[in-house]
């Protein structure tokens, strides 16, 4: 298995590492599908744009094994696929991610402060 960000001990991260990690999900979790708002409105740009992307990390995605990531790396992978509102998409697509509805916030995460806005709302949401 190739290292991947998500699976690293965040031990001794900095906020730059934290960042890193947002940024590799926000791009990953683009690869998931559609969004509803996509699928709807296939003649717009954005949809445009994610059709090209349809399938291309497959492989990687469902090759994520949940139980190897730091629970802080399933909460944020959650609250970036929330986010951008691709969920439900990635639980029905990608049957490994079922585990990121187990994952539970014990206290702030680390590297909270580098996340955009809407993340951050996913990450204080309990449920």
Do not use: C
């Not at 709807?40 to 090209?52: D, F, G, K």
């Amino acid at each position: 298995m190739t290292d991947r960000i998500y699976y690293e001990d965040q031990a001794d991260w900095a906020p730059s590492d934290y960042y890193a990690l947002w940024r590799y999900f926000d791009r990953l979790a683009e690869y998931v599908g559609p969004t509803q708002a996509q699928v709807q409105h296939p003649e717009h740009r954005s949809a445009r744009i994610q059709a090209r992307k349809s399938t291309v990390r497959d492989e990687e995605l469902a090759s994520i094994d949940l139980s190897q990531m730091p629970p802080e790396s399933r909460l944020l992978l959650r609250a970036v696929l929330r986010s951008q509102q691709r969920y439900e998409l990635a639980l029905e697509n990608f049957p490994n991610f079922g585990g990121l509805s187990d994952a539970v916030r014990h206290a702030e995460p680390e590297g909270f402060d580098q996340y955009p806005p809407a993340v951050q709302a996913q990450l204080q949401t309990h449920d």
